[in-house]
């Protein structure tokens, strides 16, 4: 119980992550730019790119989306990373059964 309520605190918290970008700046510039923390882990925009690669949209330009797609797409990662943080902890692991 305590792990589900820990859990639903922090995807609420990271529902009002949204990332600061400058659409005019250079996507290298970009890349390391810190756009949310997990557990004080800092996700940058390359997380979030290999993010949406991972999830079948490799030729996303993270510059060209709009502020509610880049939230939408912070947000899945952060809740990624919650659920990656918290099957961890219990010790859940993944078989290729």
């Known amino acids: 119980m305590k792990h589900l309520f820990l859990i639903s605190i ?6 009002f992550v949204i990332p600061n970008t400058d659409a005019n700046a ?13 557990d004080g882990e800092a996700l940058t925009l390359n997380d979030l790119q290999e ?6 949209q490799s030729n996303v330009n993270i510059s060209a989306l709009s502020k509610s797609e880049l939230s939408d797409a912070t947000h899945d990662l952060v809740s990624m990373r919650l659920i990656e943080k ?7 692991e993944v078989s290729n059964a």
């Open 26 to 38: 250079d996507d290298s510039r970009l890349v390391n730019r810190v756009i949310a923390s997990v």
């Open 10 to 15: 922090l995807l609420l918290t990271s529902i």
């Open 86 to 92: 918290e099957s961890i902890a219990l010790g859940l």
């Open 51 to 56: 993010y949406l690669t991972m999830m079948g």
